[in-house]
């Protein structure tokens, strides 16, 4: 999948590199009322804290996709710490309001660094962990080195060694013209609704969708510098140490997902032969927003058998 989508990428970057500027970092501020940073060396690390309501249940850790941030499991985590769930929604490396990359700081994996936020805030074994499309990857790498009770990947998607994507990420001008890319394309309206469309499959839905939390962190300086950064040191998706995982897992695919492919789902079906499996009917591949209240009922109903 991500090879796919840096390809998209690339193809846009070719139709904009006459107009590439150099970006400086931002300082981050507090973007949400509910928002943290943990540090752990030369990273921050953005999460934000849905705190339960009523009788304690648990704490989930949400791990965002591709190009998405802690914003897209905001209706999930709502749903869930109503249902006595305390839901903490971290961003990933050069995602969201997160630490950008560059070559020159000292380099961690995306999964170690979740496991330390975990364990900074609560001891291993209480976790459960929730991927979506990346995240769902990250996450299946995690629980293959922390002790959590239960799994829930949601249109989960393997990540691949990048083989000689690795080494064009590396060219230096790569970073500015990503960076170009998000900064701008990203403020095109047009592009951007079509974008949620194929996403969601919910004509309705993004009409009133709130770009805005999308776009704003992707427009972040250094974010295009980032990710080819992390291009060249991610760790592939572990699908034949997953077969090792004990804990019970939830799969979550959908009927109208445009990213993730047959053969994708299968090899995550086939890394959790004993996963409970549920499909969201009609849904897109951001079914964890616009299908939240379903989709925290499925939820639920896991993790409380």
């Not at 994507?165 to 960076?179: D, E, I, L, R, Y």
């Amino acid at each position: 999948m991500t090879k796919k989508l840096l390809s998209v990428i690339l193809c846009f970057v070719m139709l904009f590199a006459s107009a590439i500027p150099v970006f400086a970092a931002d300082e981050q501020t507090l973007p949400y009322e509910n928002s943290r940073f943990f540090t752990y060396g030369d990273y921050e690390l953005h999460y934000r804290v849905v705190e339960h309501e009523g009788m304690y249940k648990g704490r989930i850790m949400f791990i965002h996709g591709f190009g998405q941030s802690s914003f897209s499991w905001e209706n999930m985590a709502d749903e869930m710490s109503e249902k006595g769930y305390d839901c903490y929604c971290v961003d990933l490396p050069n995602f969201g309001y997160s630490t950008r990359e560059t070559a020159d700081m000292e380099l961690f994996d995306r999964e170690f660094l979740v496991e330390k936020l975990m364990i900074s805030i609560a001891p291993e074994h209480t976790w459960t962990l929730a991927g979506h499309s990346m995240g769902g990857a990250v996450a299946i790498n995690v629980a293959q080195s922390v002790d959590v009770q239960k799994l829930m990947l949601f249109c989960a998607a393997p990540v691949a060694d990048m083989g000689d994507m690795s080494a064009m990420t590396s060219m230096p001008f790569m970073g500015k013209m990503v960076n170009f890319v998000f900064k701008y394309l990203t403020k095109i309206d047009l592009i951007m609704r079509l974008v949620v469309l194929m996403a969601t499959a919910n004509f309705e839905y993004t009409k009133n969708y709130n770009l805005e939390g999308v776009t704003a962190p992707l427009q972040l300086d250094g974010t295009g510098d980032g990710l080819c950064v992390l291009m060249q040191h991610q760790r592939p998706t572990d699908l034949e140490g997953a077969k090792s995982i004990d804990c019970p897992v939830l799969i979550v695919n959908a009927e109208k997902d445009m990213i993730i492919s047959d053969s994708m789902k299968q090899q995550i079906s086939d890394a959790f032969p004993n996963a409970e499996h549920y499909l969201v009917e009609g849904g897109g591949h951001i079914c964890i927003e616009d299908r939240a209240e379903e989709l925290a009922g499925v939820a639920y109903d896991f993790l409380n058998k």
